[in-house]
């Protein structure tokens, strides 16, 4: 018998709390679709459902403290047909608003030097309404909000991008 | 009862001298007699204390300028119980000397009383304390303390206050604008303003955002790889969008691989959490999931055998769809690979507590 003692980490941090919800999801999934998983669009349907599990775990890790995980728990109940048309119509928006921003860009660099003496809320107008769409609920929140959200959902972003990958590279040799 | 008898004394004295010429040498020898009684009694009576400390600044500030002095005693109330900073005294003499020099005091020792209860009287006694913890060893920062007896009584937000305690002490430059700040300020003066701003109530809550947003921003481009470096909010900004947008899109590409990889295969977790154990540190996983799996795993143990050969079979017809994906993005899955774990977690502890505290 080895007596394998790994360091000990918290077991209630968020990445733990992430990890077990997330395998336990995976796992139903796999249990749930035994048959035809080589087609593109079971790959495809799983592929939404594993993502989804991953962002709906990821929010049940940080339970309701965070705004953002509020707004995404509410956005995976009551949206949980429309996944797909959901998917599509977001990568569109989303090709698109890079592109838009990388116009805004060139101008936003000339007109943020001339106005980085006033005010700040007027300088992170644009970034702000980025980073408003693509953080989860941050439509509703004021800038110092945003930005507290947004580092939270960036830390558990990280967190979840890790657990995944060492999940992935375990099943994937 | 040495402290009362202290305070008789300065009284005595400077009554004494009231008659005399008022002049900024007078004032340097009244600030020595205050140093002297100050540091004497460095007991902790405290209400002899601020009766001292009190009396000084503006039986000093009377001498200087106005023969008000029934006004200014009376208009200075001692709240004593609001005095709990440190005692920074030598340096109280040298504040002295210099708003002896500076005759803006005498215009807004009369001034500060109609403002006292103005909305945009500000606080600064909270500065000085803060001020002497962190830098003790500059006069400067501790120039408020004797303003703090009287200026301690206003109750003003507390966050407006150390926001502009760390904005007048990183920007205040030269002395003089200091002094000249600090003229204002003592006794009755509210707000601290750096030279040439606005002092509105508006402005300064403006400024106090401000400077809650920028700590936000600096906090992110911690959190943010590669922000350090970059100068500029704005570009700061850009930085995190797209910082966000990465994870996102990793979070999808490794969801589709999950997707494409494991078809068929049951999720060991045990197995999975004694090598995640080791690389991600937390080896609690198998004693929270053990239970719940140990009759799936006894069943599945057979089937592994089976399970790899399906991986291979099932690898290979994805793989087209893989590289589609790839080839789209591969400096995503670049990343992805290159995703030094072990580093990141020990930033991203750093970042928990940060983020907790």
Redesign the interface.
């Known amino acids: 018998m080895n007596k ?6 918290n ?1 209630s ?4 709390r992430f ?2 919800r997330f ?2 999801t ?2 139903k999934i ?2 749930q ?2 048959t035809s ?2 087609s ?1 669009t079971e ?2 349907r ?2 939404r ?3 989804a599990a ?2 709906k775990s990821m929010a049940y890790s940080v339970r309701s403290r965070r705004t953002w995980s509020r707004a995404m728990l509410w956005k995976l109940r009551t949206r949980p047909c429309g996944r797909r048309s959901v998917k599509t119509s977001t990568i569109i928006k ?1 090709r698109e608003a ?1 592109k838009t ?1 990388h116009e805004k ?1 060139n101008k ?2 000339t007109t ?1 030097t001339t106005t ?1 003496t006033g ?2 809320g007027v ?2 107008g644009v ?2 309404d ?2 408003r769409e ?2 989860p609920g941050g439509e509703a929140m004021d ?2 909000n945003l ?2 959200e ?6 558990c ?12 590279d ?3 040799p | 009862m040495e402290s009362n008898a202290g305070t008789k004394e300065t009284r005595s004295n400077l009554t004494a001298s009231d008659g005399g010429e008022v002049t900024a040498f007078e004032s340097l020898q009244f600030t020595d007699e205050i140093h002297r009684l100050i540091l004497a009694p460095t007991t902790d009576n405290s209400s002899s204390f601020t009766a001292l400390l009190e009396l000084p600044p503006p039986q000093a500030v009377e001498l200087l300028h106005s023969p008000d002095s029934p006004k200014l005693i009376a208009a200075s109330p001692p709240n004593v119980e609001d005095f709990q900073g440190s005692f920074r005294f030598p340096s109280n003499s040298g504040l002295i000397e210099r708003d002896a020099r500076f005759s803006l005091f005498s215009g807004e020792a009369n001034n500060s009383n109609e403002k006292r209860n103005s909305p945009e009287s500000k606080n600064v006694s909270a500065n000085p304390e803060k001020n002497v913890k962190s830098e003790p060893a500059e006069t400067e920062s501790s120039q408020p303390l004797v303003s703090d007896p009287t200026v301690e009584k206003r109750s003003i937000k507390r966050k407006d206050r150390e926001n502009k305690v760390k904005g007048s002490t990183k920007k205040s430059k030269t002395v003089a604008n200091e002094n000249s700040e600090d003229a204002e300020k003592l006794p009755y003066v509210h707000v601290r303003a750096r030279r040439g701003q606005a002092t509105d109530s508006h402005s300064l809550a403006e400024r106090a955002r401000r400077e809650k947003i920028n700590a936000r921003m600096k906090l992110l481009q911690e959190l943010v790889p590669g922000c350090n470096k970059i100068s500029g909010t704005a570009l700061v900004l850009d930085e995190i969008i797209n910082h966000v947008q990465s994870l996102q899109r990793q979070v999808e590409f490794l969801s589709m691989r999950l997707a494409a990889v494991n078809p068929r295969i049951d999720f060991n977790l045990d197995s999975v959490f004694t090598s995640e154990s080791g690389s991600l540190m937390d080896s609690n996983f198998p004693s929270l999931v053990m239970p719940a799996i140990w009759p799936e795993v006894q069943g599945n143990g057979h089937r592994q055998q089976y399970q790899h050969q399906w991986h291979l079979d099932t690898l290979q017809q994805p793989v087209w769809g893989r590289e589609e994906v790839c080839n789209n993005y591969i400096t995503p899955e670049n990343s992805l690979l290159t995703y030094d774990s072990s580093a990141n977690s020990a930033t991203l502890q750093a970042n928990h507590l940060k983020m907790e505290l």
């Open positions: 394998y003692n790994p360091p000990r980490m077991p941090s968020l990445r733990s990890a077990t395998l336990r995976l796992s796999n249990a679709k035994p998983s080589s593109p790959i495809f799983r592929y459902r594993i993502k991953a962002d989303s890079r921003r860009q936003n660099t943020t980085t005010e700040d300088v992170f970034e702000a980025e980073l693509l953080v800038l110092y930005l507290d947004t580092a939270h959902y960036i830390k972003l990280t967190t979840q991008v890790q657990v995944m990958k060492k999940i992935a375990f099943y994937s």
